[in-house]
């Protein structure tokens, strides 16, 4: 009797304590929800954008005015042999090594399952504000690099280090006042950034490979996740010049590969593709709506989902990338932030816009009225689309491309992740970050992550909100570093180049870029 008592108070704490896990899964759900909604809520996605639009203004239209000089000066500097681009110093990497770090984190899961969801939610109108959207954002990711350089500093390795946690601390707090602002929006986002590099940067990621192997090869999640545990962490314990080795080859094969595979589509139905841009803009902004407020939330739909996973998938405003941009080669802070302007362009222009493209000329959308004529979401939706074509291949390409795509994203947030915990604890803890952050891979591909993929979905968003407070306070510095460089470049001005906030790395770069011109 007495054994029956004591199970039952056993049992009894059981149901107890899954209750209240419950509960407090419940309660964290709903929590999340509310905050979700504030930092990638409309609101949020307005300061995102028009911060682009006034940098956009106050440069006078940079990325369209000097168009011509940012391709030569990007890729078009890959196929010069004067260019530096492609030469990585002894503590530094590339500037293409950079561009293609932060392309991997960039192009990912957002230009595949993004794209379809964004169609799916917000009709094939949510295309053209996508494109808007990175078009603006092209300047507020060149904003963020032009900064990163020009406040980052050398680590205890002799490794440069920037980002917006630097030029929030030394930047915005260097301004009258602001010395405490500085530091403690510089601590936030180096603390979002963390915890979104294991979420948004790694579980997610890795869940998804996952999710698509079993779907395709019918590979048992302990399998992946043990491979790719070991693979990434035979990458990312090797530091910041193998992680940069590792993404130069694998970026530019996957983009290129799966540009071709999104190319075949799109001309296999070329007739379509007229149909195509109509919708896009007829939904763009509700034509296609029966009217009145059929009209205002067709708009709404297609511009909330159209910046929401335009800003998703190219990460800017954000504040992500620069961390790798600042530990390129260069010595001109807008020649990295030209790169920027290309990043930008690279994933929501061409790998997005693409993917879209296929989707809606596959037959799987009513282009008349954005109706989804299949049961598929999301990655599936592209997978069909592709299949349309290839077949039962077409399935197996895309899990392909989303293992290479999002593989390639882990590895970059790792970097992300352990320059954030770097600021926070200085060079040498970055070792336990790293080994942390591998042994979660396993975690990611075997566990399910609906919530955590949204918790970690909302610290992506909140690193947004000190990120674009800095760069907003310091457009004026953009600006001044921009005019500089446009006097000297294209007016012959002899005046002194501004490259760094700090004498001692001024003086050096300086020099460094005398020697150059000699």
């Known amino acids: 009797m007495k054994r029956l008592s004591l199970l039952a108070i056993a049992l009894s704490a059981f149901l107890s304590a899954s209750a209240a896990a419950e509960g407090l899964t419940e309660t964290v759900t709903k929590v999340n929800?509310?905050?979700?909604?504030?930092?990638?809520?409309?609101?949020?996605?307005?300061?995102?954008v028009g911060t682009g639009i006034l940098l956009t203004c106050l440069t006078r239209f940079f990325q369209l005015s000097h168009a011509g000089h940012v391709a030569k000066n990007t890729i078009g500097s890959l196929f010069s042999r004067k260019s530096g681009a492609k030469t990585a110093g002894e503590k530094s990497v590339s500037q293409l090594q950079s561009l293609c770090m932060a392309l991997a984190a960039t192009i990912g899961v957002g230009n595949i399952a993004g794209v379809a969801a964004a169609i799916a939610s917000g009709g094939p109108g949510a295309v053209f504000w996508m494109w808007l959207s990175a078009f603006f954002g092209m300047m507020t990711n060149y904003s963020e690099n032009v900064l990163g350089i020009y406040y980052r500093r050398r680590n205890a390795d002799g490794e440069w280090s920037g980002g917006a946690m630097y030029y929030l601390r030394d930047g915005l707090g260097g301004k009258k006042g602001c010395k405490t602002l500085g530091k403690v929006l510089s601590v936030l986002f180096s603390i979002f950034c963390v915890l979104a590099s294991f979420g948004i940067g790694n579980m997610g990621q890795i869940n998804t490979i996952s999710s698509n192997m079993i779907a395709a090869f019918n590979v048992p999640p302990v399998a992946t996740g043990f491979v790719l545990m070991v693979l990434a962490g035979l990458v990312i314990l090797g530091g910041l010049k193998r992680i940069a080795s590792v993404t130069e080859k694998i970026v530019p094969i996957m983009a290129l590969v799966y540009i071709a595979g999104a190319l075949v589509i799109v001309f296999s139905n070329l007739n379509k593709l007229g149909a195509v841009f109509t919708s896009i803009f007829s939904f763009a902004f509700g034509f296609r709506a029966l009217g009145g407020a059929a009209v205002g939330l067709a708009v709404k739909n297609a511009v909330t989902w159209g910046f929401k996973r335009g800003v998703f998938s190219n990460e800017a405003g954000l504040g992500s990338s620069v961390m790798v941009h600042s530990a390129s080669n260069v010595k001109e802070p807008v020649r990295q932030g030209m790169w920027g302007i290309f990043e930008v362009f690279a994933d929501t222009i061409v790998v997005c816009t693409l993917t879209a493209f296929a989707v809606l000329s596959s037959g799987l959308v009513d282009l008349t009225t954005g109706e989804i004529l299949t049961d598929a979401i999301q990655t599936a939706l592209v997978s069909e689309a592709f299949?349309?074509?290839?077949?039962?291949?077409?399935?197996?390409?895309?899990a392909v491309a989303v293992l290479?795509?999002?593989?390639?994203?882990?590895?970059?947030?790792?970097?992300?992740?352990?320059?954030?915990?770097?600021?926070?604890?200085?060079?040498?803890?970055?070792v336990f970050y790293k080994i942390v952050f591998v042994a979660f891979i396993?975690?990611?591909a075997t566990m399910k992550l609906s919530l955590a993929w949204d918790i970690s979905d909302t610290f992506n968003g909140l690193m947004a909100l000190p990120n674009l407070i800095g760069v907003l306070a310091l457009s004026g510095t953009v600006v001044k570093i921009t005019r500089n460089y446009v006097a000297r470049t294209f007016k012959g001005s002899k005046e002194a180049p501004v490259l760094s906030a700090f004498d001692d790395i001024q003086k050096e770069q300086a020099e460094a870029l005398a020697r150059e011109g000699d």
Request: charged content about 5%; aromatic content about 20%.
């Open 442 to 444: 396993i975690v990611g």
């Open 404 to 430: 290479l795509f999002a593989f390639s994203t882990v590895l970059s947030w790792s970097f992300y992740g352990s320059k954030a915990f770097e600021f926070l604890f200085g060079t040498r803890a970055t």
């Open 33 to 48: 929800n509310a905050i979700n909604s504030v930092v990638w809520g409309v609101p949020s996605l307005v300061l995102i």
């Open 387 to 398: 299949s349309q074509v290839f077949g039962p291949f077409g399935g197996k390409f895309i």
